[in-house]
């Protein structure tokens, strides 16, 4: 598999040239920076090759008989991320990855990013369950989201109305509360028994002296991914509150 992550690395090169050549002829001076929004969205190419490499990494070391949850602990990553990494390594080859590098939504010019790749891996079962070439389906999807400008968001319903009447998509069906109150209600309740299990699963670390060192590895990152993410939802409800009641 080492000929297959060299060949992701080569093709991913004309990718960055591209948008270096994008930065000098999109109204920038000669000698000047790039603008906030060509470093964005180049941030936003990168991050998309990086979990692409990230997946390649994932491929081999499983092709070796080694499993993704040892190499999650072993590298500090919660297990769901590298399942993602690994299913976008195994469903696009390195010319997938330059083409959906290279599109462009429209109007706004914005890159598709991370969060439009998770929901496309999501078509592959989908489109197998009804009879649909699952690459072509995926590229369809990726075409339409840059023509219409779809956030992920607005990609994942319509993945769900194309797959609907019952077919699974990814996981359990998630559906959202309708009642706001019901739907913190809900997340607290959670909330409480993820404490319960934490402290369950540090307690049987405990009482084994720390001899299962995978397992401390993995519980770390799972933690270290929860305060991310509390951190950024504690700044999303911050803005919203200062709104003062108008849409965020």
Same mark, same amino acid.
């Given at each position: 598999?080492?000929?297959?992550?060299?060949?992701?690395?080569?093709? $991913?090169?004309? /990718?960055?040239?591209?948008?270096?050549?994008?930065q000098k002829?999109?109204?920038?001076?000669?000698?000047?920076?790039?603008?906030?929004?060509?470093?964005?969205h180049n941030? *936003?190419?990168?991050?998309?090759?990086?979990?692409?490499? +990230?997946?390649?990494? /994932?491929?081999?070391?499983?092709?070796?008989?080694?499993? +993704?949850?040892? @190499?999650?602990?072993?590298?500090? +990553?919660?297990?769901?991320?590298? %399942?993602?990494? +690994?299913?976008?390594?195994?469903?696009?080859?390195?010319? &997938?990855?330059?083409?959906?590098?290279?599109? %462009?939504?429209?109007?706004?010019? %914005?890159?598709?990013?991370?969060?439009?790749?998770?929901?496309? !891996?999501?078509?592959?079962?989908? =489109?197998?369950?009804?009879?649909? &070439?699952?690459?072509?389906?995926?590229?369809? @999807?990726?075409?339409? =989201?840059?023509?219409? &400008?779809?956030?992920?968001?607005?990609?994942?319903?319509?993945?769900?109305?194309?797959?609907?009447?019952?077919?699974?998509?990814?996981?359990?069906t998630y559906?959202?509360?309708?009642?706001?109150?019901? =739907?913190? $209600?809900?997340? /607290?309740?959670?909330?409480?028994?993820?404490?319960?299990?934490?402290? =369950?699963? @540090?307690? !049987?670390?405990?009482?084994?002296?720390?001899?299962?060192?995978?397992? /401390?590895?993995?519980?770390?990152?799972?933690?270290?991914?929860?305060?991310?993410?509390?951190?950024? *939802?504690?700044?999303?409800?911050?803005?919203? %509150?200062?709104?003062?009641?108008?849409?965020?």
């Open positions: 598999m080492a000929h297959v992550a060299q060949a992701a690395m080569r093709n $991913s090169k004309p /990718i960055k040239a591209n948008v270096s050549k994008a002829t999109k109204g920038h001076s000669k000698g000047s920076l790039p603008s906030p929004t060509t470093r964005a941030k *936003i190419i990168s991050t998309l090759l990086e979990h692409y490499k +990230l997946g390649q990494q /994932i491929l081999m070391y499983c092709n070796k008989g080694r499993t +993704l949850a040892e @190499f999650a602990a072993e590298n500090g +990553l919660v297990e769901r991320t590298a %399942r993602m990494r +690994l299913a976008f390594a195994k469903q696009y080859n390195a010319a &997938d990855v330059e083409r959906l590098c290279k599109l %462009r939504r429209k109007p706004s010019g %914005r890159p598709l990013q991370s969060g439009h790749v998770t929901y496309l !891996l999501t078509i592959q079962a989908a =489109a197998k369950a009804n009879n649909k &070439d699952p690459k072509l389906a995926r590229e369809e @999807f990726e075409q339409k =989201a840059a023509t219409k &400008d779809w956030s992920p968001a607005q990609l994942h319903a319509e993945i769900r109305k194309e797959y609907g009447g019952g077919k699974k998509v990814h996981g359990r559906k959202p509360e309708k009642l706001p109150v019901v =739907a913190v $209600s809900k997340a /607290i309740e959670l909330a409480g028994n993820w404490q319960k299990r934490s402290e =369950a699963a @540090f307690q !049987l670390l405990q009482d084994l002296n720390g001899k299962h060192e995978k397992a /401390i590895t993995a519980f770390a990152a799972m933690l270290k991914s929860s305060k991310q993410w509390c951190t950024e *939802i504690e700044k999303r409800v911050s803005r919203l %509150r200062r709104t003062k009641g108008t849409k965020a």
